[in-house]
């Protein structure tokens, strides 16, 4: 059936769309944003179509007039940036936050699943935070919020298939009410089911991750420019399988099959973990003169955290959990956290200085439940932090060049609670290269604070953890080669981790950490490389384990079929040296040390097809292409995190069709 369905869908599109035109545009990892820009493979470029006409003949919508903004540039004075829709073909076929990561997240080795960064990111915000964040990366962040300055209608839609049912649908819309007043909604829906324990095709059983988002954005202008308004509301509803890693198979000789795939699950079929956010965003400001403006970002936060296992005898038999407290049979947490965020402060430009100072309240407070809530005698607990503030003032200085892309930035933000926060920050962003440091001090998450369980009880006193970071990249560019060298030495001390039984600890000294690497592109007529390389120096491997070796690229050949298909034909190849990565612990969501296993250095190589038939975007992805083989020449699978194996060889289809009228 499925077969079935893509044949359809490519004989629709290639009967419906018309000649395109397009050129290639080939993008550094990273995907840094740059003002009035198209969106990569000429799609900004790109005409024709079922564009509404003009009397002329002329076209009157498409990607060059559906616009968007982002509030960082609202916020630093660049209120006249614009971005154009991507159309392009360059990374289309990234779908996954894996692969959009270029490798560098590690999940448990299938789709909708928690994550981790694979390197150390100091924090780039002060303010208590509650500390929950494997589920990050199928959030929508504040950042990326585009808010639209559209002169129609615009619907995108999407529907991604992969690996073991993984499916992904989005519908998007944004309208004009009028030329200062846009508002928009974007839904997606994205699925998987296990690829090990317990798996039925049609039951819902199957379902491993389910993950709702959902976005609806406004923007108002006034008449005379003075007051605008941004809003926005942010969703996410995720819930998980657990499954605790798989249980390899052994064949009557006693022989272990490492890479189990039909293996049995470590944890039973009725333990899930269940995530629920939603944020209310809103940012305003009012110019009282030229160059000076009064502005206010207010957040409301709400997240709802669940646990239960129904059947802990298998994981408490496969030491997935630690010893229960209350109850042997089945456990259940329950986290509740709210937050109230608001900040008011002027800003402006002066003489080619923007500037910015503010007042920042935060409002928080969490709330924890331990089994459940019963009038039959059965244990049950409660635990709350009660409700804590922060006072934090901040300001911000910048001095931009003409075309906006050079820059020099510092900023300062101190926290006046009981617990000292304070970041400092400057940056020097240059044509030829960037160099910066960051000096920050954050205190301890809610959780490592507090928590109590089945399993767990801590209550701890940390004290805020101190990072130092001095980063700096060299631009290297000729006419088609571009190296960017690049640099981060991390100065750490009292970094706060969770150990070997999945409690947290503080270390109570200091180490470094120096990541070297580069990203680099050559570009040659049709063919692209681009690749991205880092060694990763640690001091101290007894409390953060990174792999010291990590690669990854791709190369890509683009050409027209017939004046009609616009193709780009590529193999994507990613590599990490081995290590003693981190385990993960459902209860607490939080990945964890452990010393039983290392993982062995693997490299994974991918190859897609990128095709565009005028603004319609296709792709065609065969995943794992160097699983096993007849020689024995590459293994049967491989590993991301312990105990849990990543995708076999698998193959994923894609499209996305935007609308402009």
Known sequence: MRIVLYSFLCVLCSFILTIPTASGQVKLPGNIRMPSGGGGGGGSRGGGGQAILDDSTKNVYGPHSTLHFYEHDILNNRDSVRYRVDTGLTNFHRWMPMDKAWGKLVDLGNNVTATRNLFFQPREDIGTQLGLRVYDAYAIKQEDVAYVDTKSQHTELDFMSGPKKTSLGTFAYTQNVHSRFNFGIRATRLTSNKIYGFANSISSAALLGRNWTFLAHTSFFSKNKKYLILAHYRHLNMKVAEQGGVIPNVDEAGVVDKYSYDGAARISDNANSWERRHVFHVYQQYRLLNGFQVFQQADFQSTIDHYTDLQLARGLEKGIYPATRFDSTQTRQDIYYKLLDNKVGIKGFYEGFNYRAYVRQRFYGMRGGAQSKNETGDPYATYRTGLKFDNIIGAWLGYYLKDSVQYLTAEADLNLAKNVEYRLKGELNTRWGKAGFQSIQTAPDLLVQRYLNNHFDWRNNFDPTKVQTIFASLVLKTKKIEFVPEAQIHQINDYIYYDTAAVPRQLNAGFRLLRLGFNSGIHLNRWNFTTMGYLTLNDNKDVMRIPTVFASGEVTFDFVYAKVLFIQLGLAARYRSSYLADAYMPITQQFHLQDNTRLAGNAVVDGFANVRIKRV???????????????????????????????????????????FD
């Open 617 to 659: 975007r296709l792709f065609f992805k065969m995943s794992y292409l160097n699983q096993g083989g007849n020689f024995g020449l590459f293994p049967k699978g491989y590993y991301v995190t312990p105990d849990y194996l990543g995708l076999a060889r698998s193959f994923s289809f894609g499209i996305n069709w935007p609308m």
